[in-house]
């Protein structure tokens, strides 16, 4: 099925360690984001991209990156975890006529 | 800037029974509006979309008005079941240069047979 595809779906990390959450989308889209969602926070952004080789930050980047090589895929890095990037991370593409979303990675930092 | 403010919840309802989820924001100019819905363990869906005043968004039953002069959109059903018990959350999209969403903090719905 055409959609957003998301790797891993669960993830259990310790302080310190680091990890790439994987997100793909067939429907060619140029853009894509990265949201978080904690627990009656609603989503808040992290990084979105415009198209391949552009990328720029959202509301909360902090202990993040992104890297856009093609339009397809849209990889995120924590590089130091911490127990604060405890969280429901969704990835998500978009043509100007709403998003789709992909089924999330529940991440734990302990 | 630019807001979305939705009712606080958790909203509980018996099956049947009506339901509005009251949605207002904050923009300049004409964004484009959503309702989306989060069922348990999933993602976002889009729900319903209005693109200008006075649009009426429908699906599965569900309705919003686009209301410019109240700068409302709140969401209605007139029977809810069981298996709407979701996470509905309101958004805006501004017509920048990018497709950028922002989202209201959700309500949580709960339907009880």
């Known amino acids: 099925n055409a959609g957003v595809t998301q790797t891993p779906k669960f993830r259990i990390l310790k302080i310190g360690q680091s990890m790439t959450l994987q997100c793909t989308q067939d429907?060619?889209?140029?853009?894509m984001y990265w949201y978080r969602q904690d627990p009656g926070m609603g989503l808040k952004l992290i990084y979105y991209?415009?198209?391949?080789?552009?990328?720029d930050k959202g509301e909360v980047p902090n202990g993040y990156n992104v890297s856009r090589s093609t339009t397809e895929d849209f990889p995120l890095r924590l590089e130091l975890a911490a127990p604060s990037q405890t969280s429901v991370y969704f990835c998500?593409?978009?043509?100007?006529?709403?998003?789709?979303f992909g089924s999330g990675t529940r991440l734990t930092v302990v | 800037g630019n807001s979305v403010t939705q009712m606080e919840g958790p909203v509980t309802l018996s099956e049947e029974a009506f339901l509005t989820i009251n949605c207002t924001y904050t923009?300049?100019?004409?964004?484009?509006l959503f309702w989306y819905v989060q069922y348990p363990g999933e993602g976002l869906q889009l729900l319903l979309k209005?693109?200008?005043?006075?649009d009426k968004g429908s699906n599965k039953g569900f309705e919003a008005t686009y209301r410019k002069e109240t700068t409302s959109f709140h969401l209605e059903k007139g029977s809810v079941q069981v298996s709407d018990s979701a996470v509905y959350f309101c958004a805006l999209r501004q017509k920048t240069s990018y497709d950028k969403v922002i989202f209201g903090p959700g309500t949580s719905l709960s339907v009880i047979p």
């Open positions: 998500a593409s978009s043509r100007l006529n709403g998003y789709t």
């Open positions: 209005a693109t200008k005043a006075d």
């Open positions: 991209s415009v198209g391949a080789g552009i990328t």
């Open positions: 429907m060619n889209h140029n853009y």
């Open positions: 923009a300049t100019g004409y964004p484009s």
